[in-house]
């Protein structure tokens, strides 16, 4: 079983940039699909992004299309979401998650069923 670890949060002015880091172990994730997901206070959990197993496809939700970007490193058993031209809006607890199964384009909607989540990190944008 794989345990992912969030990393890389933290208080932020409006416009900046943070970089969060998901490490995991106990297995390798080469073989799985990763997904970034975010809950703000009183609001549902809401996907921001995935990417396939090889790092080849990714996906992101609208809100933060062209401000951020998933990426792996197979190597190092980690996962990236970079965050650029933060909005008091991206204020929420950051979640990844892994799963061997569901394709990264079906993450947004099958997220309740993803095999692994980390423990979350926060993120809070100031405006």
């Known amino acids: 079983q794989v345990q992912l670890v969030e990393s890389g949060g933290g208080l932020v002015q409006a416009g900046g940039s943070l970089r969060l880091s998901c490490a995991a172990s106990g297995r390798t994730l080469s073989s799985y699909a990763m997904g970034w997901f975010r809950q703000a206070p009183g609001k549902e959990r809401e996907f921001v992004a995935a990417?396939?197993?090889?790092?080849?496809?990714?996906y992101y939700t609208d809100s933060v299309k062209g401000r951020f970007t998933v990426s792996r490193d197979n190597a190092k058993n980690t996962v990236y979401l970079q965050m650029n031209t933060l909005k008091p809006e991206d204020t929420a607890v950051y979640y990844c998650?892994?799963?061997?199964?569901?394709?990264?384009?079906?993450?947004?909607?099958?997220?309740?069923?993803?095999?692994?989540w980390g423990q979350g990190t926060l993120v809070t944008v100031s405006s």
């Open positions: 990417i396939s197993w090889s790092g080849a496809v990714t």
């Open positions: 998650a892994a799963d061997s199964t569901v394709t990264p384009g079906r993450m947004r909607v099958e997220y309740r069923s993803l095999e692994v």
